[in-house]
């Protein structure tokens, strides 16, 4: 009876060219997502405590001045297309 087991591995083709070039860049991929995954949390945190350290020394009254001006136009521009009609 223990003739008839057969307890070989059973035959696995060897991959094609395709199949190891289709492998490899799976693996490549998979790395080059964790390096962006890692990128986005790593440098969010250094980057949020660098502003606080330039924000500290500097009031943020200068960014609200620049975003200013932009609305102003836009006013201008809606009452010159109503004049004209």
Not at 30 to 47: H, V, Y
């Amino acid at each position: 009876m223990s003739a008839e087991l057969d307890l070989s591995p059973p035959e696995v083709p060897e991959p094609t060219l395709l199949e190891s070039l289709l492998r490899y860049g799976l693996f490549l991929g998979a790395i080059f997502q964790l390096i962006c995954i890692l990128a986005i949390i790593i440098p969010s945190s250094k980057t949020h405590e660098q502003e606080s350290e330039a924000g500290d020394g500097k009031p943020a009254e200068p960014n609200k001045k620049a975003k200013g001006p932009a609305p102003q136009i836009r006013q201008k521009l809606k009452k010159e297309s109503k004049k004209k009609r």
